[in-house]
């Protein structure tokens, strides 16, 4: 881990690199029975880099007991949402488009 980090680091040639690193975080997956660590931050060559209770990547979001929660949570705030919009919407073409609907 420390090698990939050197590696890493040595890339970092400008202020936008060196400002990706310090954004690194650090999850330490556990079974939820079992709550190993409360909190503990990596120090490596000056650039500290914290464990979080969960990590959002692209498509998916993970807390450290892989319960989903999380990200089922933001799934259904943004269902929610989008279907607020398109409730809106709905309205709006069955007021204009009613004529071209055929009801029977």
């Given at each position: ?17 060196t400002?990706?690193v310090?954004?690194?975080?650090l ?31 692209p ?46």
């Amino acid at each position: 881990m420390i090698l990939v980090f050197r590696n890493f680091s040595a890339n970092c040639t400008n202020i936008l690199d060196t400002h990706q690193v310090s954004k690194s975080r650090l999850i330490v997956f556990e079974a939820q029975a079992k709550r190993l660590l409360a909190h503990f931050a990596l120090d490596i060559e000056g650039c500290k880099i914290t464990s979080t209770h969960s990590v959002k990547l692209p498509g998916v979001t993970l807390d450290c007991y892989l319960t989903f929660g999380e990200h089922i949570d933001n799934v259904v705030k943004k269902c929610h949402g989008l279907i607020g919009a398109l409730a809106k919407q709905l309205s709006t073409l069955l007021r204009n488009y009613s004529d071209s609907f055929m009801f029977h």
